[in-house]
């Protein structure tokens, strides 16, 4: 079958429903089920008001990706709105490189996870295991839009499911010696530095909301899905993490949770009085998820850049039966399968999501030289100026805390 050029495009085929979907697949992912317990470890009875604090620090880059995915509904979201603010395209290409790197290594690293999950119950080789699961995503990416997204909204469904599972049976089994009281902070400033030390933790459990934008060109009327959309998964995620956050200090006490990596096994095991083998079947489904999101993220940021010429210009034609630059997808599945026999890579992960505060810098301090040339254009829902002023200095204090623990 013949491939047409770019002049074609991508299909605009994503509505509300399944970018929200979209977009909390991208959050949720398996991180929560290991990063609740260490968040406990450091704040305590406090870990929901954490999760609460850590969601107005990314509120604020949030509301600024809004209204850049407004202005600029296309791939490569990030690299065009810096391109946009700075006239740089050396800047843009640095920026869209750093997210799709982050992507690329996230994905080599949590497809390593999926074989720890499956090892549990079939003992087969690593890698024959690995790159077929990844073979079959790839394929699924190449699939269609439409296609690949339904199948990750579906997954996400299965997430969400393990996630409301827990609150439910966790609210059945609510320590005797709890009290809602526990949960309200006193103004003490040793007792608000560990919410705050918690919520620096709790900050990367919404990371991945950025990478809606990428998939802007595949929206239906992207100017109002996409700021509604990146609202939406913000609220839900934030709604999940606190129901979550909530059950695990409230059936547990902190003092007694004995594997934090493990303490929403902990919860389901005392709330059920059976072992947590759903929640280890849920949270590979989770890394497959997060995998496949990520590696459709990634070749929409390569057809973009290449459609600006930034990339090699045969990554952006589009395969005409199915509407999806398969060469760009083909080509993030074979990076992440090289990355995934270059693993461990825990410095290089590390030094990423140091970029990636670096990059919500950049975008906000972008849109903030948008603004002052063209402060409120027609037809798009604009934020106060001190909203991305706010959000640089959040991202800022961040970027100190992570250099600091280096």
């Known amino acids: 079958m013949a491939e047409t050029h770019r002049e074609k495009g991508l299909r605009r085929e994503i509505g509300l429903g399944l970018l929200v979907f979209y977009g909390l697949g991208n959050i949720l992912g398996a991180g929560i089920y290991v990063l609740v317990g260490e968040i406990v470890k450091i704040s305590g009875y406090y870990t929901p008001l954490a999760f609460v604090v850590a969601c107005v620090v990314v509120l604020f880059t949030a509301m600024s990706y809004a209204e850049l995915s407004a202005r600029f509904p296309l791939s490569a979201g990030e690299a065009i709105y810096v ?64 296609e690949s997204v339904r199948i990750a909204a579906a997954m996400t469904l299965i997430e969400m499911a ?8 966790g609210m059945g089994a609510v320590s005797e010696d709890f009290v809602p009281a526990k949960l309200i902070p006193p103004l003490d400033l040793g007792i608000w530095e560990k919410i705050i030390l918690g919520a620096f933790l709790a900050f990367y459990a919404f990371l991945g909301f950025e990478d809606m934008v990428n998939i802007a060109q595949e929206v239906k009327d992207p100017a109002r899905t996409m700021p509604r959309a990146i609202l939406w998964v913000l609220l839900l995620s934030t709604l999940l993490y606190m129901g979550v956050a909530f ?69 952006v034609r589009i395969y005409a039966p199915t509407g999806t630059p398969v060469r760009a997808t083909v080509l993030v599945g074979a990076l992440i399968a090289l990355f995934i026999i270059l693993l461990p890579l825990v410095e290089l992960a590390e ?12 975008v906000n301090l972008a849109l903030i030289r948008i603004k002052r040339r063209d402060p409120h254009p027609e037809g798009i829902r604009t934020v106060p100026v001190w909203v991305p002023y706010t959000a640089i200095i959040l991202n800022l204090i961040m970027l100190g805390v992570q250099t600091a623990s280096f």
């Open 247 to 315: 059950v695990t200090v409230a059936v547990i006490p902190p003092p007694e949770l004995m594997e934090p990596g493990a303490a929403l096994a902990q919860v389901f095991e005392r709330a059920t009085s059976q072992k947590a083998t759903i929640l280890l079947l849920i949270a590979m489904v989770a890394v497959v998820n997060g995998a496949l999101i990520q590696m459709i993220m990634v070749s929409r940021i390569f057809y973009g850049m290449a459609a600006k010429g930034w990339f090699p210009r045969f990554l």
């Open 83 to 146: 391109r946009e603010g700075f006239g740089r395209e050396g800047l843009a290409l640095f920026t869209g490189l750093t997210i799709a790197m982050s992507g690329i290594l996230s994905s080599a690293t949590i497809m390593s996870g999926f074989y720890d999950y499956f090892a549990l119950f079939v003992p087969w080789p690593k890698y024959p295991v690995t790159f077929s699961v990844l073979a079959v995503l790839t394929i699924i990416a190449c699939w269609g839009i439409k």
């Open 162 to 169: 393990g996630l409301l599972m827990i609150i439910y049976v």
């Open 351 to 362: 030094a990423t999501s140091w970029l990636i505060l670096i990059v919500f810098t950049l």
